[in-house]
């Protein structure tokens, strides 16, 4: 029987009923107004109910994406900073309200499952997800189950520290990877260099107005030759690749999957890195290991989700 | 049943009667004199005869830890440096000499499988090895089971990357955690900094001779106020801190397992190492972490493999 996905957002939930082979029939989507669990029960609900009516046919389970750390037995939100939750018993709630078996786990980690199961990872056992969007986040799968770790907060690539006591990160640490190379702060970053003055070619990319810049932005630059900006660039970079690269030496992954924003809008960095995972995994890792880009693109997590259930 | 735990280093073959419960019943130490695949397993099988005969009791299954990188399902060893091995199909020659089902796993898989079953991982269901002996390795446990990777080489803690392009490491390539950190290259760079007369505590220390170098020696140099021998010693236990707390950070562990020579006989790394874990893992990642010394010293290796048979 199929079953619901959803994806819960800052701004929207999404709700999709997908069958056993990771086919969307029919999806909805409704806008979180109230971001009180109560009201986003219901909005889940509805969007849900919507994307069931749509599709004709039967669910019975629904698995639930959602940005935040999670506990993985419970479906406990223990934090989730886009919706201001701690603590909060998403699981239990939505299984009252919706009548049947709800999962809820991290949405990276439902992106993961999706491409295992139904995109750039199927026919794979050990597979190592990356996505560098406005974050970087992973997923880990071992064997053809997904590592959550012991309190289930497992793939947290972008809170790897890469110059321990480095720039301040949006977790509050420093160092992060995610300070340096996250489109966030890839996009901070460029601010900063066009707010110093020293960067002619940016200043005139942008007509010097910070609010259009975005990680592109930043590419162009640097390869436009831009000494400044390449060293954003090219700095990002080495730190993804030397990161994904060391992932590979210690998980043997036989398939890694890239994916998220900035690694699909800025081929340059995605060059690098792809380089870099090459030249730094070590050898024996590196044997048997097959690189692909995501497939399912914004419908991974959806899709992951609703296939969690079973 | 007891089973059988083998642990294949590149001088002695060690074999054990264990229980179920991880106590040693009988065990039996034999030389390898002849490094070809037939004799080391004649080798094995005699140590393993004696042991079975001592402690008089029948035994119905084997496992095996080796150095060296081995296929986990068919229990070929790819690589087996210490003794020279490429593709020798152990598990396979083992089991036609013993009658009976023989598995073989990476050496430090099965130390962490002994750890987790019958020593400081009880308890816990994802747990994290590290070992900083003469070279640097890890095992992952998640949710009770190995993580081996797809080609059976998860783990290679030692040889991810800290400098990239950086020392020359024992596995050919350029800047691994290893070339600066494990015992061997420690003694290494102390014996180069003894060489360079750069050191006068050093060489007070020695007598001038570097064969009497041992990690110990640099530490006891560094804690002496050697600035030369601080530098290499500090940074060594630097690059293993942040590389524990990255694999914290991205494993979430519940509990984390610490053993090998160095970090057992080099008080002041350990510390160092210690205190990185807590200031660079990220703050989700470290609740709940519990971080203890390895208990079963040497015969984790033995134990664990007669358990992983099971």
Same mark, same amino acid.
Request: hydrophobic residues 45%; glycine residues 16%; contains cysteine.
């Given at each position: ?35 009180? =669990? ?33 506990? #993985? ?11 201001? !939750? ?10 009252? /309200?919706?009548?049947?078996?709800? #999962? ?8 993961? !499952? ?7 990872? /199927? ?40 110059? =321990? ?41 942008? @007509? ?37 690269? @060391? ?22 960095? #995605? ?8 030249? !730094? ?30």
């Amino acid at each position: 029987m199929p079953t619901l996905g959803i994806d819960l957002g800052g701004t929207f939930a999404r709700a999709a009923v997908v069958d056993g082979k990771g086919e969307i029939l029919a999806s909805a989507k409704v806008a979180v107004q109230d971001r009180k =669990p109560q009201g986003v029960v219901e909005t889940i609900a509805q969007a849900a109910e919507e994307a069931v009516k749509q599709s004709g046919v039967k669910v019975d389970g629904c698995g639930v994406g959602a940005a935040g750390q999670i506990h #993985k037995d419970t479906g406990v939100i223990s934090v989730a900073p886009n919706l201001g !939750w701690r603590d909060v018993p998403l699981a239990a709630m939505l299984t009252k /309200r919706l009548g049947f078996d709800v #999962k809820v786990v991290n949405d990276l980690s439902a992106a993961a !499952w999706g491409e295992l199961h139904a995109g750039a990872g /199927r026919g794979a056992q050990d597979i190592l997800v990356v996505f560098v969007g406005s974050g970087v986040g992973s997923a880990i799968i071992a064997d053809g189950r997904l590592v959550q770790g012991g309190g289930g907060v497992a793939g947290e690539l972008g809170h790897i520290k890469v110059v =321990p006591g480095g720039r301040l990160c949006g977790c509050g640490e420093h160092g992060c990877l995610e300070a340096y190379a996250g489109g966030h702060n890839l996009i901070a970053q460029t601010k900063e260099l066009l707010a110093s003055g020293g960067s002619p070619v940016l200043e005139q990319l942008t @007509n010097g107005d910070p609010y259009t810049i975005t990680p592109v932005t930043l590419e162009t630059a640097a390869e436009a030759g831009d000494a400044k900006a390449r060293e954003i660039h090219a700095r990002a970079a080495q730190f993804l690749a030397v990161a994904v690269a @060391n992932y590979v030496t210690v998980l043997n992954p036989s398939r890694l999957v890239l994916g998220g924003g900035v690694l699909t809008h800025c081929p340059g960095i #995605k060059r690098l890195v792809l380089d870099g995972v090459q030249q !730094w995994a070590s050898r024996v890792s590196r044997e048997g290991l097959l690189i692909a880009d995501a497939e399912l693109g914004d419908d991974s997590g959806i899709i992951g989700a609703a296939l969690l259930v079973k």
